[in-house]
């Protein structure tokens, strides 16, 4: 079902479809009545076709989120994996040198650069304890 759930909220923070729900009866040529949940007993139950996206779903591959173990705060903690490039920049009287960290749950184009003092003081562990003889 298309732009129900604008109540509230920006156009732009609401999601694009909600449901999905069940189709009752056909009203009209071109509108359905929907078996719609409590929370939306405001709204009518009857959308143009329009409205709706056809929903095809796969019973085997839905999941239940009971025994996944989601906290309220979805969050991780983002860990570096190895060092794979290393920079030097001059600026007026200040040399910053900085390093491209890959990180564990990214794709390599996920690789960051970030300043080398920061992340030697954040992870010691990445960097050799001796220095690299070129």
Request: with cysteine; hydrophobic share 40%; aromatic share 10%.
């Amino acid at each position: 079902m298309k732009c129900v759930m604008r109540f509230g909220k920006t156009r732009t923070l609401s999601p694009r479809y909600v449901g999905p729900y069940q189709v009752l009866k056909c009203v009209g040529k071109v509108s359905y009545e929907l078996d719609l949940p409590n929370e939306l007993a405001l709204v009518y139950p009857v959308f143009h076709v329009s409205m709706l996206k056809k929903c095809i779903g796969d019973l085997v591959s839905i999941i239940s989120l009971e025994g996944l173990g989601v906290d309220d705060i979805i969050s991780y903690e983002d860990i570096p994996v190895e060092i794979s490039d290393w920079q030097v920049k001059w600026l007026r009287n200040k040399v910053v040198a900085s390093i491209k960290v890959s990180w564990r749950n990214h794709l390599v184009d996920g690789a960051t650069w970030e300043a080398e003092a920061d992340m030697k003081s954040h992870y010691p562990h990445l960097f050799p304890s001796t220095p690299i003889q070129s």
